[in-house]
């Protein structure tokens, strides 16, 4: 089986669409260049893990440092 290489331009798709584009660009250049279709889905599948730690951990700190009384407990007793 002949390998055609693709341009390297496919990796713009995982880079702007995460996940979504590396799929797209995995489907559409499989048949062609395998090697780069694998690496355009790990790019988007990297790069959508780094975009969800960047929101999940400052959000698990900002929870963790939240004061105790003021979140779940409220005293209504009079």
Known sequence: MEVKRRSAWWFLLPILFNVIGGVI????????????AKNCLWL???LTAIGIGL?????????SLMPYDNMFYSDFSV
């Open 25 to 36: 660009a995995y489907f559409i250049i499989k048949e062609d260049d395998p090697k780069r």
């Open 44 to 46: 988007g599948i990297i």
């Open 55 to 63: 929101f999940l951990i400052p959000l698990a700190i900002g929870i």
